[in-house]
């Protein structure tokens, strides 16, 4: 084996980053996820230019840094945007508007590869993806899904029409509206609110699965209600659903799109 016999003494500053001095290491991005010890962001904004379908990954640990250079290298260009990035055994999950890629990220982020591409299967906003125990969950016009580590189960099929002009008996999505999907780790829940604004004719009403026996309920009065006597379901402004530090499932409701929760 070599040895040296006078070992240098002096580091540059490329040597203890692994990128050039030179380099930028500041974004601005729309979604991020950590995986693997790793940041990851997508739709990018950096010197001075936007990159809708740009994924940007950390040093390991140093999940404030994001090296120009250090680029998923996956050359996409499709013309689509990225919207929300998830992750999941070993898997990294870009949703853009249209497509969904499923990002093989098991070797590092240098080894990354497109293991697949779904059309039919992106979301128009942020809110219409959620973190499970059993995977990612999301929620489009085409049905409810969720990628459990090795496929994609449509959770809606042969269980849920996806529209029905009868309330209570279709899914009814209009990704315009915004329509929100979020989990209730205590009851294994996925809760999938048709609508987080007011113009559309679905906004009082959700849907939940249930993991436990794989069913559909609906609900048709899930928003904020009234002072009338008896109380009656009104059409509100909502947030994004959250969990709390002990597992509940929420979100704010207000009448006024400007509300301040």
């Known amino acids: 084996a070599f040895t040296w016999a006078a070992p240098p003494k002096a580091f540059t ?39 809708g379908d740009r994924i940007l990954y950390s040093p390991v640990n140093k999940f404030d ?16 945007e990225i919207i929300k990035l998830a992750t999941f055994a070993d898997r990294l999950l870009s949703f853009k508007k249209r497509t969904l890629y499923i990002i093989n990220i098991g070797s590092g982020a240098l080894s990354a590869f497109i293991e697949s591409q779904h ?3 992106g979301v128009e906003n942020p809110c219409q993806v959620c973190d499970t125990e059993y995977g990612p969950a999301w929620v489009n016009k085409f049905g409810v899904f969720l990628y459990d580590g090795q496929k994609i189960n449509e959770l809606t099929r042969g269980k849920l029409q996806i529209s029905n002009s009868t309330r209570g008996l279709g899914l009814n999505i209009v990704e315009s509206l915004s329509p929100l999907i979020g989990y209730h780790p205590l009851n294994k829940w996925i ?3 048709v609508s987080s604004e007011v113009s559309g004719s679905y906004e009082t009403e959700a849907w939940i699965f249930d993991f436990k026996n794989g069913s559909w309920a609906w609900s048709q009065e899930f928003t904020a209600q009234t002072t009338a006597d008896p109380p009656v379901a009104v059409a509100d402004f909502k947030t994004n659903m959250v969990n709390t530090h002990d597992n509940e499932l929420v979100f704010a409701a207000g009448t006024n ?3 301040t929760p």
């Open 13 to 51: 500053y490329e040597i203890n980053t692994g990128y050039p001095v030179t380099t930028n290491i500041h974004a601005r991005f729309k979604t991020a996820v950590i995986a693997n010890r790793r940041l990851y962001v997508g739709n990018v904004y950096q010197g001075g230019k936007a990159y």
């Open 65 to 80: 840094i994001l090296p120009e250079i250090n680029a998923l290298p996956l050359a996409i260009g499709d013309g689509d």
């Open 119 to 121: 059309s039919n299967m």
């Open 191 to 193: 809760v999938v609110h």
């Open 257 to 259: 799109s400007s509300d």
